[in-house]
């Protein structure tokens, strides 16, 4: 492995070396073009495996095997909707991951990866509320917005039967209580492998009050 994937990998992500190879690749994708358009914060460059890459990789463990459609809103620099394009083209190669983006320069730098790693993916450059509904299997989203906003969004953007996957951190309780107030689901809490302090929502059943 590339001494770009920094420490040794956590037992959990059990990924083969060809799966691998391209999250190194991508990661160096980011940090060539992080200078220019500020894919992360500079601080966390050089956490960039611990913080982005295996703190989106452990989504992939809560994918229904049966998901066909995955919609990551607010993509940025990928994380995790390049991330899980990656693992699933082994692990779950019938997923197909949209990727929506607003800001033209990052939809741009997720094109080119999606091009130069063949990935089963796609980029809509649009602002979420001007997105056509999705009737996605699977939504995520990562430091986007408020629990009662991804609600709004899951509402719009899930199948029926559809699964949404929301990274937390410390006020989550809080923003489970907010939204309730406005929507009714059912909800799974999971600790994040990768952060102490985080937690991964799994919502299904989204509905307005």
């Not at 095997?65 to 779950?92: C, H, K, Q, W, Y």
């Not at 991804?150 to 509402?155: G, I, P, S, V």
Request: glycine share 4%.
């Amino acid at each position: 492995m590339s001494e770009q994937a920094g420490k040794t990998p956590p037992e959990w992500l059990d990924v083969s070396r060809e799966t691998m190879e391209l999250l190194v690749a991508f990661v160096g994708l980011v940090l060539k073009w992080n200078p220019a358009i500020n894919l992360i914060s500079r601080k966390s460059v050089t956490e960039i495996w611990e913080r982005h890459v295996y703190d989106s990789a452990q989504l992939l463990a809560l994918i229904p095997t049966n998901a066909v459609r995955l919609v990551d809103l607010g993509s940025g620099a990928g994380f995790p909707g390049v991330i899980l394009a990656i693992m699933a083209r082994e692990a779950l190669p019938k997923l197909r991951v949209t990727l929506v983006e607003a800001d033209k320069r990052k939809a741009v730098f997720l094109s080119e990866v999606l091009c130069l790693l063949t990935l089963n993916a796609d980029v809509v450059s649009s602002r979420i509320e001007d997105l056509p509904q999705q009737c996605a299997d699977v939504l995520t989203a990562r430091a986007l917005a408020p629990l009662a906003k991804l609600c709004e969004y899951a509402d719009r953007h899930l199948g029926p039967s559809g699964t949404a996957l929301f990274s937390k951190g410390a006020r989550v309780m809080e923003e489970i209580a907010e939204a309730r107030l406005v929507w009714s689901f059912d909800v799974v809490k999971r600790r994040s492998k990768s952060e102490s302090d985080a937690i991964i929502l799994s919502l299904t059943n989204v509905r307005h009050v």
